[in-house]
């Protein structure tokens, strides 16, 4: 079973090469063909549409950022090239570049003026963009030729002879490999980790520090220069640049590429517009059909393979990755000393004071002192409803106080929830909220993005620097496994595993980001009783290594012999704390779990 | 400015606005924002040109044929855009589904009249002056249509069982479920009227509007704008954003000439997104 | 008849067992109490047995015939009746629309619809006074028999209702309990009420389950649990 999947691995790789190499020598193999220039044409604009169709995958397919206007954007890029290159008279290449630039602001402009528009209405603004950059590039005068666009565009080099043809055609397959290897370092990055953070959930992402707004530019400013560069390379390869390019309709082939090959894989994109490209090819010819034939692949993709065909292989037994056995004595190879930096056990970290929380006329939180000390195991329980989850969105600032304050390392907290995380205040939410498609390193990885310290171009280039940071964090990322007794399952897909272990999962991934304080809400819940121990264990190093674990729970008995202190809320208010087992035998907290109202002679 | 130019823009306005209604009306049980809308008005449009224009078919004839037409046409595009999203699990399902169906109709239209502009009929040719400015009686029926679908769309929401149904969904599906009330089927019923209701308006506003084969995916932008300016999901937002967007293209084309008309109306549209992210009556959309 | 069984329920959810071989069962005319800790699984209950939930494996039978395949909206015509968690009314329409909305299966039987009506604000007053006012303006407690008056208006045969007690005062917990405690004697009608407040439940229902981890802990007459320290122990876990 390991083998064939071995195989069917290395035979994918074989395939692969293949493929490039016949698209390398694809201008040879079809010189003795009729009309070769033809042939050259629809695998050159293929090649466009899938260096498009990568740009398309990283901002929605990893970045669920809904864009209808990449067409847009490759629009923008041929011109960019039309105006610099034939009007300008400037160097080819540097006019290429400038086409990724412009459009990477022409994305990055956009994005920045719908940075606080959800998901559907971020869509439509993208549409609104592109109707207008269309209408806007038709009544550009002079400068983008109105209706007509601009003709004569030139690969750089080839009207004085320079390049070829298939000289300039083999620059575009390297570019696509390029652009294919771009996407992939990307997304094994930091980067792509936050991104795909930032898809799967904006609040997690932000409790691990993650600037949302920030980094979705950053996603859309990529996207946006690829797809200028796809752009870029249309224009030149049909000659002209028209606000035609800008249109929807012409939209349609990344869409159905992006789906046929799987959305949010990285083989995907390239895979599905070759399919299309193949299919678009037979029916050459048929006209009006063609939409008929693309528009009715589509809706048959999703209703049969809603993954895609990338997607679907992942998910099969053959495509998705395996546990590894681990090495005897391999764990031992990951000590990690777990030691809070800059605090003496019993310091006040965080205090709040009076915090109240109302939602219009309900007192979720009603005036509750608390304080979390470093080195301390911290209980908090109530009965339903209580106001215990609002209390903690409260103090990392999920939510606005009404009134009260609360101070974080001796100053009051900052403002935005995603600097709260950064100042060291960690929380794992009580419905899980792992990164499901992301494996269990990435994971964990993921909660050390704040430690890595390259820019996207090392990330990009993978420069000694990027090497370098990378493989401590991998080290890191491997002992904080090894402590959960999580070894040998890296590779896994994060939502492959089982629930008690994707528990854990998600408070190494929290440990990862070096909280001082570490909030966890409701972590037990379902788990097995070997991974109640393991998680036991860990948050007693946690604390022995001077962190405050805050522990939200219903139950007391896990509590129990973990807890130095409990706190008990009702109706937002604290109405005991001590020890566990004095919290116990209180009576109001009996009373607040079981009702102690006796109404049976009422009820007789 | 003259009066001409407010009454242009009151048509264009209603136009826009029974096309955003139609659209509430689909969005409303299903939060899908339905990319195909448009192609209803294009059946509208080309059957009107079929059987009024070639077929000489008389009026009432027409219309009704024409229902019973948007009718399946509802019909198919529900299975075409729920039964993909409910199989897939993609967040972006409904609008590739729905991106896809518009592709497909749009197709379908283009093999069948190729070259073609569909221009048929004046219902009635007569202008009715309001000092001094002309408003056809056609004008005049598509702007007392767009009240008339307001009316009843609203007090079918507010007063019926089956509209307070799909208010009840739109808010609960889950609670809704509970209580008995059937989901699907709902949902197809929203396809079928929206359908009808577009078609409609393309039946009697494509006289007076030039529309080609292809222009379905420009009518569901059209409609997208008004619907997002006044609140997705409202249909009090869908008749005002409607109507802003038609008189102020109408207004802005006489005063700066015709291209920055459109400009005007996804420039408002930008704005208000920027300004009040979620329209004038909308709610927060999340995702689905 | 009305009786309501549950056999082997699994149901898992995002890799965890909501339910883990679960079986339960109301007889007719019964006023059975289901209990336990947050988590335990008692709101999954309810939603399986509503059709909101679909099981992994185990069956659900209603009056002798099997139901576990049967649309959620279809079996609220066969006379389940659901009260969800944290009431869900619909905020946007009147009370009495809310009310309507409750008969959707018998709108066929406008009279009876009418009736339905008249006997509801005759249960709950506060109701009538307010039918015209927009759901989300009620207060908690109010909010609250609308939920019960909503579910009451399919004439259900057994009702089901997931913590009503929460969030409210004591005092309205108690009202609301005797509306409770009248319909079951007055009108027969079977219930299954989950409750965080167990003594509180155990005071009213004539049965009770207890679970634990998506199975049935304990169960029992109701008179024998309520001073059972076996019952804290679930929610509090033992004192030692």
């Known amino acids: 079973m390991i083998s064939t999947f071995k195989g069917l691995n290395r035979l994918l790789i074989a395939g692969s090469l293949l493929a490039i190499a016949l698209l390398y020598y694809f201008p040879i193999l079809i010189k003795s063909s009729s009309n070769p220039s033809f042939y050259l044409q629809v695998v050159s604009v293929a090649v466009c549409s899938a260096i498009l169709t990568i740009s398309l995958n990283i901002c929605m397919g990893y970045g669920g950022l809904l864009s209808l206007m990449h067409t847009g954007m490759q629009m923008v890029g041929g011109y960019a090239i039309a105006i610099l290159a034939v009007k300008q008279g400037w160097n080819g290449w540097l006019a290429l570049l400038a086409a990724a630039v412009i459009g990477a602001i022409f994305a990055i402009l956009v994005i920045l003026i719908s940075l606080r528009a959800t998901y559907l209405y971020f869509g439509m603004i993208t549409l609104a963009v592109n109707l207008i950059a269309m209408e806007a590039v038709r009544h550009g005068g002079e400068l983008t030729g109105g209706y007509n666009g601009l003709f004569g565009v030139f690969a750089p080099g080839i009207p004085s002879g320079m390049m070829s043809a298939e000289g300039f055609y083999r620059v575009m397959i390297t570019i696509l490999i390029l652009a294919y290897v771009v996407q992939r370092n990307l997304i094994f990055s930091g980067f792509g980790r936050n991104t795909m953070a930032l898809r799967e959930s904006a609040e997690t992402a932000t409790a691990l520090g993650i600037s949302p707004n920030m980094h979705r530019v950053k996603v859309f400013g990529v996207s946006g220069a690829l797809a200028g560069l796809a752009g870029g390379l249309l224009s030149i390869q049909i000659g002209y640049a028209v606000a035609d390019i800008g249109d929807l309709n012409n939209g349609l082939i990344f869409f159905v590429g992006l789906f046929l090959g799987g959305v949010g894989t990285l083989a995907g994109p390239v895979l599905g517009v070759a399919l299309v490209a193949v299919i678009d090819f037979m029916i050459r010819g048929t006209g009006q059909y063609r939409t008929l034939v693309l528009g009715s692949i589509l809706l048959l993709t999703m209703i049969v393979l809603p993954r895609g065909i990338v997607g679907t292989y992942r998910a099969s037994r053959f495509g998705s990755p395996r546990s590894r056995e681990v090495l005897p004595g391999e764990a031992d190879n990951y000590h990690l000393e777990i030691a809070v930096k800059n605090v003496t056990k019993g310091e006040v970290l965080l205090e709040a004071k009076d915090v109240v929380k109302h939602f219009g006329g309900v007192h979720a939180v009603d005036g509750i002192s608390v304080q979390f000390k470093a080195g301390e195991v911290h209980g908090i329980i109530g009965p339903n409803g209580s106001g215990k989850s609002t209390l903690i969105s409260a103090l990392t600032r999920y939510h606005e106080l009404t009134s009260g304050s609360v101070t974080l390392l001796g100053a009051e907290a900052d403002k935005k929830p995603f600097k709260v995380a950064r100042d060291g205040v960690t929380r794992v939410f009580q419905i899980p909220h792992l990164f499901e498609r992301v494996s269990v390193l990435d994971n964990v990885l993921t909660g050390m993005y704040r430690r890595d310290k390259y820019s996207i171009f090392d990330a990009i280039f993978r420069t000694p620097r990027y090497l370098k940071a990378n493989s401590r964090s991998v080290a890191e990322a491997k002992a904080l496994l090894s402590l959960a007794g999580m070894l040998g399952m890296e590779e896994l897909a994060a939502g492959s595993i089982s629930h008690g272990q994707k528990r854990l999962l998600e408070v190494i991934r929290a440990v990862a980001t070096e909280p001082k304080i570490l909030i966890l809400d409701e972590p037990a819940t379902g788990l097995t009783q070997d991974e109640m121990h393991s998680l036991t264990n860990l948050i007693r190093t946690l604390a022995a290594g001077g962190m405050c674990v805050v522990l939200i729970e219903h139950n007391v008995a896990f509590l129990m012999d973990l807890a130095d202190i409990v706190t008990v809320i009702q109706s937002g208010k604290v109405i005991a704390e001590g020890t566990p087992k004095e919290v116990q035998k209180n009576e109001r907290v009996l009373e607040a779990y079981l009702g102690n109202t006796d109404f049976s002679k009422e009820l007789a | ?288 | 008849m009305s009786d309501l069984r549950i056999e082997g329920l699994t149901i898992t959810y995002g890799g965890a067992k909501a339910l883990d071989n679960l079986s339960i069962e109301v007889k007719t005319g019964e006023f059975v109490a289901l209990l336990g800790a947050n988590g335990a699984g008692k709101t999954t209950t309810l939603r399986a047995t509503s059709g909101l939930m679909r099981p992994a494996a185990g069956k659900i039978f209603f009056d002798g015939v099997e139901i576990t395949k049967v649309p959620g909206h279809k079996r609220t015509a066969l006379g389940i009746g659901h009260v969800p968690e944290g009431r869900q009314i619909f905020p946007d329409h009147s009370v009495e629309e809310n009310l309507q909305l409750g008969s959707f299966v018998r709108r066929k039987h406008r009279a009876e619809t009418t009736q339905s009506l008249e006997d509801m604000y005759g249960l709950f007053p506060r109701l009538k006074e307010r039918h015209k006012q927009g759901a989300g303006t009620l207060s908690g407690g109010e909010a609250q028999m609308l939920a019960i008056a909503r579910a009451l208006m399919s004439r259900p045969k057994i009702l089901m209702l997931d913590e009503p007690s929460l969030g409210l005062a004591p005092q309205l917990v108690l009202e609301l309990f005797k509306y409770l405690k009248r319909l079951h004697a007055e009108q027969g009608l079977t219930i299954l009420l989950v409750e965080q407040q167990a003594r509180l439940a155990l005071q009213l229902a004539e049965r009770a389950y207890i679970l634990e981890r998506g199975s049935v802990k304990i169960e029992g007459k109701s008179k024998d649990l309520i001073n059972d320290p076996r019952v804290a122990e679930a929610y509090l876990g033992t004192a030692s």
Do not use: C
Not at chain 2, 26 to 38: D, H, K, L, W
Not at chain 2, 116 to 142: C, M, N, P
Not at chain 2, 254 to 262: I, K, S
């Open chain 2, 1 to 288: 400015m003259s009066l001409q130019i407010w009454i242009d823009g009151l048509f264009a306005g209603s136009v826009f606005a029974i096309i955003a209604l139609s659209m509430t009306i689909v969005y409303q049980p299903t939060r899908i924002m339905n990319f195909a809308q448009g192609e209803g008005f294009i059946l509208g449009a080309a059957l009107g040109y079929q059987m009024v224009g070639v077929w000489k078919w008389p009026l009432i004839q027409s219309v009704v044929v024409l229902i019973i037409a948007a009718a399946l046409m509802g019909f198919i595009m529900e299975r075409m855009v729920m039964l993909p999203v409910q199989l897939s699990g993609s967040k972006f399902a409904w609008i590739i589904a729905t991106l896809a169906a518009a592709m497909i109709f749009q197709s379908a239209f283009n093999i069948k009249y190729v070259n073609v502009t569909f221009s048929y009929f004046d219902i009635i040719e007569k202008d009715i002056s309001i000092f001094g400015a002309k408003l056809s009686i056609q004008k005049l029926i598509v702007i007392l249509m767009m009240i008339v679908v307001f009316i009843i769309n609203d007090q079918f929401l507010k007063r019926t069982l089956w509209g307070r149904s799909i208010r009840a969904i739109a808010h609960n599906p889950d609670t809704s479920t509970i209580l008995g009330i059937p989901t699907k089927p709902v949902i197809k019923l929203a396809f079928i009227t929206g359908t009808i209701v577009i078609a409609l308006v393309g039946f009697l506003a494509t006289p007076v509007i030039i529309v080609a084969p292809a222009a379905g995916l420009f009518f569901t932008i059209q409609g997208f704008t008004a619907a997002i300016i006044g609140g997705v999901g409202s249909p009090k937002g869908a008749v005002v954003g409607g109507l802003i967007i038609g008189i102020l293209d109408s207004v802005v084309r006489a005063w700066l000439g015709g291209t920055w008309g459109l400009f005007s109306t996804f420039f408002v549209l930008a704005v208000i997104l920027i300004l009040k992210p979620n329209g004038f009556f909308g709610k927060r959309v999340e995702g689905r």
